[in-house]
């Protein structure tokens, strides 16, 4: 698939802003007081800055962000429908939540509002996900390693920031480099999984599943039938194959793989082990998540073979 920067961006943006937010209601929630009033206050702004930047970079993908509003309509059938639905509800529990942590609202009010905006930040983050999951001709996301993924790195990056505004207002660290530890080691073992289940090709859609040879559509007495592709049915680039035939070479895969890897995972592993939680340092950490996390996602669409690309060439998707 042809990635683009816009849904990049917001994907991991916003699921940084979502997973902060999550994590921060939690730790509000916490008996212990582990955030000092500011820092919760701080926070929530944050996360909602992130929030609303990625959901208004998502609506650049669209050819007519005028109908944006369409996306709205079809509640009961599109996980896209959902993911506006339940944005357009966290925006006003968040900006209540957030109005409850700076006046020092009432306990009761903060709890429900920080509950409602947990639960509303993580929905959000799974109908995302469920975008594409739910596309069955794209093998590599057609998963439950799909939204796994997209939880457990949102709440990753979202536990860095959290990490790096608990130094900045010089709360105990401790809570949150293991929350980001949990989360992070969670994320890595579900990333590879996601990639080992991507390289495996033993249930890849080929031509022959395609026209339904390889279940029995085949002439009497042959056992084994083979299809052909004798034309393309075009002599120029199409729609199809501008958004559907991006390639993206093996070793080229593996190099992104290895970035993502070291800038998302290893630096801030690195880190948080080596006991730098200085400010600076934290931020820094999160920083070069979030840049891993953007190699990370555009290699999940780049590495996405449509099944109509059997019909332009491809022995299988």
């Known amino acids: 698939m042809k990635p683009t920067f816009s849904i990049i961006f917001f994907t991991v943006i916003s699921g940084a802003?979502?997973?902060?937010l999550s994590l921060l209601a939690l730790a509000d929630l916490c008996p212990a007081r582990l955030l000092p009033p500011p820092?919760?206050?701080?926070g929530a702004a944050l996360?909602?800055?992130?929030?609303?930047?990625?959901l208004a970079s998502s609506v650049l993908h669209l050819a007519t962000p005028a109908n944006a509003w369409r996306a709205f309509s079809r509640f009961g059938t599109s996980w896209l429908s959902r993911e506006a639905v339940f944005a357009a509800l966290l925006a006003p529990v968040a900006l209540g939540y957030g109005w409850s942590l700076a006046?020092?609202?009432?306990?009761?009010?903060?709890?429900?509002?920080?509950?409602?905006?947990?639960a509303l930040a993580c929905t959000v983050i799974y109908c995302t996900a469920m975008i594409y999951a739910s596309l069955k001709p794209v093998r590599?996301?057609?998963?439950?390693w799909t939204p796994a993924n997209y939880l457990l790195l949102g709440h990753w990056s979202g536990a860095l920031l959290l990490l790096a505004l608990a130094s900045a207002y010089g709360a105990?660290?401790?809570?949150?480099?293991?929350?980001?530890?949990?989360?992070?080691?969670?994320?890595?073992?579900?990333?590879l999984g996601y990639w080992r289940a991507v390289d495996d090709g033993s249930a890849a859609p080929t031509l022959e599943r395609a026209i339904g040879v390889r279940e029995g559509v085949r002439p009497p007495g042959v056992s084994v039938a083979r299809a052909r592709l004798f034309d393309v049915g075009h002599s120029h680039g199409t729609f199809l194959t501008n958004e559907f035939g991006f390639t993206l070479a093996r070793r080229h895969a593996t190099a992104l793989r290895g970035a993502a890897l070291a800038l998302a995972f290893g630096l801030p592993a690195l880190g948080i082990s080596a006991g730098a939680r200085g400010p600076a340092v934290a931020t820094a950490?999160?920083?070069?998540?979030?840049i891993g996390l953007l190699a990370e996602r555009w290699l999940f669409f780049a590495e996405a073979r449509h099944t109509v690309r059997l019909y332009h060439g491809d022995a299988r998707t």
């Open 17 to 20: 802003g979502l997973g902060m």
């Open 39 to 42: 820092a919760l206050t701080t």
């Open 47 to 54: 996360a909602l800055a992130l929030i609303f930047c990625g």
């Open 103 to 118: 006046a020092g609202a009432g306990s009761w009010l903060r709890a429900v509002l920080a509950v409602l905006a947990c």
């Open 140 to 144: 590599q996301w057609h998963s439950r």
């Open 172 to 191: 105990d660290p401790a809570p949150f480099v293991w929350l980001a530890a949990g989360f992070g080691s969670a994320a890595l073992i579900v990333k």
């Open 285 to 290: 950490l999160a920083g070069f998540c979030i």
